[in-house]
């Protein structure tokens, strides 16, 4: 299995990106997917998740600014991140909790991280 995350870069304060992952592989379900974020000197943190059913949770510091969304028939979650912060800025990894086998239990898996750049 592997979750392949895309979608960083440079941006400016108030500016805008998207970030898409994508998960493939040999997979049964996709329970919950998520974002996380890592900035420098600091604690990943959680930045929003979605269960399958679409139930979404968001950290208090991104609410009203990003959005969280999923294609599950293509095992994909994605962020659109709105007026960016430079507080924003850190490496966002996805996560997603899957089934490879109908008889196993869910484990969790981690993308490789892409780098999201806000300048003042």
């Known amino acids: 299995v592997q979750l392949q995350a895309s979608g960083g870069g440079l941006v400016q304060a108030g500016g805008s990106l998207k970030l898409s992952c994508s998960a493939s592989?040999?997979?049964?379900?996709?329970?919950?997917m998520g974002w996380y974020r890592q900035a420098a000197g600091k604690e990943r943190e959680l930045v929003a998740g979605?269960?399958?059913?679409?139930?979404?949770n968001y950290a208090g510091s991104v609410k009203g600014r990003f959005t969280i969304a999923r294609d599950n028939a293509e095992n994909t979650v994605y962020l659109q991140m709105n007026s960016l912060k430079p507080e924003d800025a850190a490496v966002y990894y996805c996560?997603?909790?899957?089934?490879?086998?109908?008889?196993?239990?869910?484990?969790?898996?981690w993308g490789q991280g892409t780098l999201v750049t806000v300048s003042s």
């Open positions: 996560s997603a909790d899957l089934k490879t086998s109908y008889f196993d239990v869910s484990r969790n898996y």
């Open positions: 592989g040999r997979i049964v379900s996709i329970n919950r």
């Open positions: 979605i269960t399958i059913g679409g139930t979404t």
